[in-house]
């Protein structure tokens, strides 16, 4: 799930065109990834 979230391709490409929003954007993917690697070393299956 966390990987479907994270922008890819152009749309990281052009973070210098988009502006605050998209860099945003990118910085709570990544956050979310590292929670989620976080979480599953915490509670292994």
């Known amino acids: ?6 922008p890819v391709g152009p749309e ?3 973070v210098k065109n988009n502006g605050p929003e ?4 990118i910085d709570l993917g990544r956050a979310d990834q ?3 690697q976080q979480l599953s ?3 292994p299956a």
Do not use: C
């Open 34 to 36: 590292e929670q989620a």
């Open 1 to 6: 799930e966390a990987l479907e979230r994270r």
């Open 41 to 43: 070393l915490d509670n």
């Open 12 to 14: 990281v490409g052009n």
């Open 22 to 25: 998209l860099v945003q954007r």
